[in-house]
T-cell receptor, first 116, second 112 residues
């Protein structure tokens, strides 16, 4: 079946530094990738949608300069949290789908970001 | 726009008891419906989905859900739960665009 690999699974960084999270589709071409943020005991909040080769579409209220998304190839999307602050600490999850719908929104295993 | 309501934030049950996790949605267009399961500190795993055809869909681990268009519901059921079913369950809807809209989740706790 479709597999999405997300790396790293956990990261601790100092306040003011930047962190990059990778999301890879291993056995299919991900025409669209989604980035979510999940707060403790809360549902998933869609941050942005990215299509290969084009700029990401951000949801209302999400700072595009803070959360940089790059979808440079059909198998890789990255989320960079720039100048991270403690309030950016959260669980970030990516999801990918292909044009045929076979991947059907396969999710990565998530990244626990802690900013100290 | 679509929305999803999961009426129960927490559902405690005893092992081998039946369980139903409720999900209602609203949409002005035709929808696809999904149930995902999330174990602690992990991503989401697809449990089952309704795209078209038979309104009753089943997963490989004994869960089933029935799409009821008139009641705009997609409740998840299992006739006999195991301790290992303890997890967070999310209902999601897709319609009109490629975005998934999630409910707030239901934490299922199976007690011995």
């Amino acid at each position: 079946g479709a597999v999405v690999s997300q790396h790293p699974s956990r990261v601790i960084c100092k306040s003011g530094t930047s962190v990059k999270i990778e999301c890879r589709s291993l056995d299919f071409q991900a025409t669209t990738m989604f980035w979510y943020r999940q707060f403790p005991k809360k549902s998933l909040m869609l941050m942005a949608t990215s299509n290969e080769g084009s700029k990401a579409t951000y949801e209302q209220g999400v700072e595009k300069d803070k959360f940089l998304i790059n979808h440079a190839s059909l198998t890789l999307s990255t989320l960079t949290v720039t100048s991270a602050h403690p309030e950016d600490s959260s669980f970030y999850i990516c999801s990918a789908t292909d044009k045929q719908g076979r991947a059907s929104y396969t999710f990565g295993s998530g990244t626990r970001l802690t900013v100290v | 726009a679509q929305s999803v309501t999961q009426l129960d934030s927490q559902v405690p049950v005893f092992e081998e008891a039946p369980v139903e996790l409720r999900c209602n949605y609203s949409s002005s267009v035709s929808v696809y419906l999904f149930w995902y399961v999330q174990y602690p500190n992990q991503g989401l795993q697809l449990l089952l989905k309704y795209l078209s055809g038979s309104t009753l869909v089943e997963s490989i681990n004994g869960f089933e859900a029935e799409f009821n268009k008139s009641q705009t519901s997609f409740h998840l059921r299992k006739p006999s739960v195991h301790i290992s079913d303890t997890a967070e369950y999310f209902c999601a809807v897709q319609g009109g665009s490629e975005k998934l809209v999630f409910g707030k989740g239901t934490k299922l706790t199976v007690n011995p």
